[in-house]
């Protein structure tokens, strides 16, 4: 049985959280299957960007792990992508992780 994005994120924010690694929900997508992209925040004026992989795990069926999409760039410019993708896809879920140290646990 496969995750729900809301459930998949859900879980993620408990482990986060027990890190001492902050993160919001910045627009919610489709409950059950809305891809999800994740914010990077610095905290310094730069962000990256964060997506799952297409492709999923041959073993579980489950989806793939999460990269990076785009590298540190400007805040402003990461922004400006994640509007774009929001306008094409309604589906899709924007969280956003805040961080100094670039600490997300999104593949632990």
Same mark, same amino acid.
């Given at each position: =049985?496969?995750?729900?994005?809301?459930?998949?994120?859900?879980?993620?924010?408990?482990?986060?959280?027990?890190?001492?690694?902050?993160?919001?929900?910045?627009?919610?997508?489709?409950?059950?299957? &809305?891809?999800?992209?994740?914010?990077?925040?610095? =905290?310094? &004026?730069?962000?990256?960007?964060?997506?799952?992989?297409?492709?999923?795990?041959?073993?579980? &069926?489950?989806?793939?792990?999460?990269?990076?999409?785009?590298?540190?760039?400007?805040?402003?410019?990461?922004?400006?992508?994640?509007?774009?993708?929001?306008?094409?896809?309604?589906?899709?879920?924007?969280?956003?992780?805040?961080?100094?140290?670039?600490?997300?646990?999104?593949?632990?």
């Amino acid at each position: =049985m496969r995750l729900t994005s809301e459930l998949w994120i859900s879980a993620w924010r408990v482990r986060c959280e027990a890190a001492g690694v902050y993160l919001h929900v910045v627009h919610r997508g489709e409950r059950t299957a &809305g891809d999800i992209l994740v914010k990077l925040s610095f =905290m310094d &004026g730069r962000a990256s960007l964060w997506s799952r992989t297409p492709i999923p795990d041959p073993e579980t &069926g489950q989806p793939g792990a999460f990269e990076e999409e785009v590298a540190p760039a400007a805040e402003a410019e990461i922004d400006a992508l994640i509007a774009r993708r929001r306008q094409r896809d309604r589906d899709l879920w924007v969280v956003e992780v805040e961080d100094r140290h670039g600490r997300h646990l999104l593949n632990d």
